[in-house]
C-alpha cells in the first residue's frame, strides 16, 4: 500500500534540491552531577571560573548546585555540536578542584535530601525566581527527583527546507502557521514511536540503593546496594524516574493537537489552584517556597519527553514566545547519559535520531484521543522498565504488537530518509547509523543497557563503582585533550562575561520581587 508517508518520501527524493537538509541545526544540553572523590553529590558552590550560572549561555546549573548543565548553541551539524559539548566539558574539567563529572543519569550516593544544594542564581529578582522555582520543585516531587540527569536533543530543519514541503503538501497557510503544524505532527508522531529511543539509547537499567530510601521498592536487588529491572532500558524514564506523579489525578496533560491548543492547556494548568500545593504554602513567615500553589509553576515544571520550543526573550514566557512566534525548534528529551561515551551522546546516536524526527514529520499524524494517550504512555512506561524482555508486547491502535516486529517496520521506512541525508550531506554515516540500531533491534544484547548490566555482572560491581569507574575514564580522556587557546579565551571570555552581566541585572533591580512575580505572570515585565 502506497501510504502517505511514501508519497512525502517520494516527492522529497524527486525534489532534486541538494541542499534539502543542508543547515539544519542541531544544539545540545548535557546535565551531569558534580561529585567528590567519594562518590557524594558535591556541597561546593558552582565554581566561580565556570561564570555566572544565572548568565553564562553555554555552562549553567539545573536544579542543584552540583547539577552541571552544558548548552551547546544551535549548530549546522552533529559534529560541530559534539565538537562544542566537548570543548565545554573540556573546559569544565580543567576549572574543577577535586570534583569529578558524574557520568551516568541515575545519581550517585545520596546521604539523604538534605544534602543536595539547590541552586543559587543571586539576588536578583531573574535569579530568585530561578531559586524558589526550584524550591517548589523539591516540595512538591522531593530533592532526589530533581538530580536524575538526561541530555536534551534540540533539532530544526533548515529554513530552506520548509518552502519546498509546504509545495508539495499544497498548503497554502502563512508560512511560520505551516512550520508550527508540522512540528505538531513530528511531536505527535514522536510520542507514539517514542518508545523506540529508551529501548534504543536507554542507560539506565540499575540504580543505587541510596536513591530508593523511602520510595516504593519496585524493583529488584542486583546485590547488596543496587537495584535493578533484568530487562529495563531507562529506569529515569519509567515510575520511578522524574515526572508529573500527580498527573492522572491534577488532570494535567499538555495538549498537542495544534499549537493553540497546546498553549491553552499549560496556561490553563500554571493558572489552576492545586490543594496539596495550597498545603505547601507559597510564602511562609516571609519566605517563598514555590512561585505558586498551582498544577504548574512555570511550563517547565511539565515533564514531557519532547517540547515545542521558541527561544524567548528576556523575561518573556515559554507560551508567550510560542504564540507570538510559532515553534522555531523541538526538544527531544528522552535520552539517558550515554555513559559508556565521554561526552555522553555519540556521532550515530545523533544521526539516527535526526533521521527519526524526520520519519515522525512525514509519517501521518492524526490528533491523539484518550484512548491512544493511554496506550502512548503505556508503551513509553513498559519499554522503560522491561523494553529487552523477549516477545515484548506493545499496543497499537488497540492491538498488540511486538516491540521488535514495530521497530523493525520503523527502520524499514526510515532506510529511504537516511540515503536521503547521505546524498545531501555526502557521506554514509546515516545508513551506517541506521544499520547499527537495526542491528539492537534484532540483538536487544546490543543495546547499552544490556550492555552496561552484563558488564556489571560480569565484574561483580555495585552500580557506584562501576559508574565510578567510568566517571574517572571520562576524566582521564579529558585529560588528555588539549583546549586550543582561542577556544580557552572563548569560554574564559564568556564566563567572565556573565559574571558582569549578573551584576548588572542585579543593580538595575527597581522591583519589589512580589510585584516582579506578578507582572511576569502577568506578561506585563
Known amino acids: 500500500m502506497y501510504t502517505i508517508f511514501d508519497k512525502r518520501l517520494s516527492a522529497l527524493q524527486n525534489t532534486h534540491h541538494e541542499n534539502l537538509f543542508i543547515n539544519s541545526k542541531t544544539g545540545i544540553e548535557k546535565e551531569c552531577l558534580r561529585v567528590s572523590e567519594n562518590g557524594t553529590i558535591a556541597s561546593s558552590p558552582h565554581p566561580k571560573a565556570l561564570g555566572s550560572a544565572l548568565t553564562n549561555p553555554h555552562i549553567t546549573t539545573d536544579y542543584s548546585e552540583a547539577l552541571l548543565e552544558f548548552i551547546t548553541p544551535p549548530l549546522g551539524s552533529v559534529d560541530a555540536a559534539l565538537d562544542f559539548l566537548r570543548d565545554t566539558q573540556k573546559f569544565v574539567y580543567d576549572h574543577l578542584q577535586n570534583d569529578i563529572l558524574w557520568c551516568n543519569s541515575m545519581p550517585c550516593i545520596l546521604s539523604g535530601e538534605t544534602r543536595i544544594p539547590v541552586a543559587q542564581y543571586g539576588h536578583s529578582n531573574a535569579g530568585r525566581m530561578k531559586t524558589i522555582y526550584r524550591y517548589g520543585l523539591g516540595y512538591r516531587y522531593g530533592k532526589m527527583m530533581q538530580v536524575i540527569a538526561g541530555i536534551h536533543y534540540n533539532y530544526s530543519l533548515p529554513a530552506t527546507f520548509w518552502p519546498v514541503y509546504q509545495a508539495l503538501e499544497n498548503n497554502t497557510h502563512a508560512s511560520q502557521d505551516f512550520i508550527s503544524e508540522s512540528y505538531f505532527c513530528l511531536i505527535r508522531n514522536l510520542q507514539r514511536f517514542g518508545w523506540l529511543v529508551p529501548y534504543l539509547f536507554g542507560a539506565s537499567p540499575t540504580v543505587c540503593k541510596s536513591f530508593m530510601d523511602g520510595i516504593e521498592k519496585i524493583l529488584q536487588p542486583l546485590d547488596e546496594h543496587t537495584c535493578y529491572e533484568p530487562y529495563a532500558t531507562s529506569l529515569r524514564l519509567s515510575d520511578i524516574g522524574y515526572q508529573n506523579y500527580k498527573e492522572d489525578k491534577s488532570g494535567i496533560k499538555a495538549n498537542y493537537d495544534n499549537l493553540s491548543s497546546y498553549i491553552a492547556s499549560l496556561k490553563r494548568a500554571i493558572e489552576t489552584p492545586n490543594p496539596d500545593y495550597q498545603k505547601i504554602g507559597v510564602k511562609v513567615n516571609g519566605e517563598y517556597r514555590q512561585l505558586n500553589a498551582n498544577l504548574l509553576q512555570i511550563e517547565n515544571e511539565y515533564y514531557s519527553t519532547i517540547r515545542?520550543?521558541?527561544?524567548?526573550?528576556?523575561?518573556?514566557?515559554?507560551?508567550?514566545?510560542?504564540?507570538?512566534r510559532g515553534v522555531d525548534y523541538i526538544e527531544l528529551r528522552s535520552l539517558d547519559l550515554n555513559m559508556l561515551h565521554p561526552l555522553g551522546a555519540n556521532k550515530a546516536q545523533m544521526h539516527f535520531l535526526e533521521a527519526f524526527l524526520i520519519f515522525c514529520l512525514l509519517q501521518e499524524s492524526p490528533t491523539i484521543n484518550a484512548t491512544e494517550q493511554k496506550e502512548i504512555d503505556k508503551n513509553q512506561s513498559i519499554t522503560a522498565l522491561r523494553g529487552r524482555e523477549p516477545g515484548l508486547q506493545l499496543m497499537r491502535c488497540g492491538k498488540p504488537i511486538t516491540l521488535t516486529d514495530w521497530a523493525r517496520e520503523i527502520c524499514v521506512k526510515m532506510r529511504g530518509i537516511c540515503e536521503l541525508l547521505d546524498h545531501c550531506h555526502n557521506t554514509n554515516d546515516y545508513q551506517a547509523a541506521l544499520n547499527t540500531q537495526g542491528e539492537a533491534v534484532e540483538d536487544s544484547e546490543k543495546c547499552p543497557s544490556a550492555i552496561m548490566l552484563s558488564e556489571m555482572?560480569?565484574?561483580?560491581?555495585?552500580?557506584?563503582?562501576?559508574?565510578?569507574?567510568?566517571?574517572?575514564?571520562?576524566?582521564?580522556?579529558?585529560?588528555?585533550?588539549?583546549?586550543?587557546?582561542?577556544?580557552?579565551?572563548?569560554?574564559?571570555?564568556t564566563a567572565e562575561k556573565s559574571i558582569k552581566e549578573q551584576q548588572r541585572i542585579e543593580s538595575k533591580d527597581n522591583l519589589s520581587f512580589d510585584t516582579f512575580l506578578q507582572r511576569y505572570f502577568s506578561d506585563s515585565l
Open 308 to 324: 515545542p520550543k521558541q527561544t524567548a526573550g528576556t523575561y518573556e514566557k515559554p507560551t508567550t514566545a510560542l504564540e507570538k
Open 457 to 493: 555482572q560480569s565484574t561483580g560491581e555495585s552500580f557506584f563503582p562501576y559508574s565510578m569507574r567510568y566517571a574517572k575514564q571520562h576524566a582521564a580522556y579529558f585529560s588528555t585533550l588539549d583546549l586550543p587557546l582561542e577556544k580557552e579565551n572563548f569560554f574564559v571570555s
